[in-house]
């Protein structure tokens, strides 16, 4: 079945550096969604790249989709305390009746020391 | 800005028992799911379901768990006799017509098993 690989599991940054997370997807994805996860929180949608090589950004995050579809980063410049938490891409599978499951990867963990 | 909510937050129960995670999608969405996470893991499918049935489980979602829409506005998850492992948070997620994928997800009911 579709396997979502995601690294690292964690990362330590203190505020100002940049951080990225990388996403693989052993299968082609139709799109590839990233979310957020805060401590205790629960998944908060961020994005979702459809295109083969898109590039989004929002304000200090910039989100970019593989040419293959396969694999997919996430970079924030300049971190602030308010990047911490967790941030999982997921591909979405088409489940019946036009539903689609998501499969996570395992998420990378923020955190930022101020 | 209208938010998947669920209930209880937190359950405790004992091994066997039977416990309903109650969920409220967002209204106008017809697409309902299932997820959970175990303490510091990724978050896994559990069950897709539209229009009154499920639309696909995963292997995790055995005969102990089941899923009802029993009136316009809940969805629910129930799990008959619960084990130590059922342990996790439990997500429930919606999305809008097909075609949009992007889920919003519920806080999360954290089901603790005895």
């Known amino acids: 079945g579709q396997q979502v690989m995601q690294i690292p599991q964690y990362q330590h940054v203190q505020e100002g550096e940049d951080f990225t997370t990388y996403c693989n997807s052993s299968t082609t994805l139709s799109n590839i969604q990233w979310y957020k996860q805060r401590p205790g929180g629960h998944p908060v949608f961020l994005i979702q790249?459809?295109?083969?090589?898109e590039v989004k950004k929002q304000k200090r995050l910039t989100f970019q989709f593989g040419e293959a579809k396969k694999n997919s980063s996430l970079h924030i410049t300049a971190t602030q305390t308010t990047d911490v938490g967790t941030y999982f891409c997921a591909g979405p599978r088409r489940s019946g009746a036009g539903s689609y499951q998501l499969t996570f990867g395992k998420g990378t963990k923020l955190s930022v020391i101020p | 800005e209208p938010e998947v909510t669920q209930t209880p937050s937190h359950q405790v129960t004992q091994m066997g028992q039977e416990v309903i995670l109650r969920c409220v999608p967002i209204s106008n969405h017809l697409y309902f799911y299932w997820y959970r996470q175990i303490l510091g893991q990724k978050v896994e499918f559990l069950v897709s379901?539209?229009?009154?049935?499920?639309?696909?489980k995963s292997e995790i979602f055995d005969d102990q768990f089941s899923v009802e829409r029993p009136d316009g506005s809940n969805f629910t998850l129930k799990i008959r006799s619960t084990k130590l492992e059922d342990s996790a948070m439990y997500f429930c997620a919606s999305s809008p017509r097909t075609g949009h994928y992007e889920q919003y997800f519920g806080p999360g009911t954290r089901l603790t098993v005895t």
């Open positions: 790249l459809v295109k083969s090589g």
């Open positions: 379901f539209y229009n009154n049935e499920i639309s696909e």
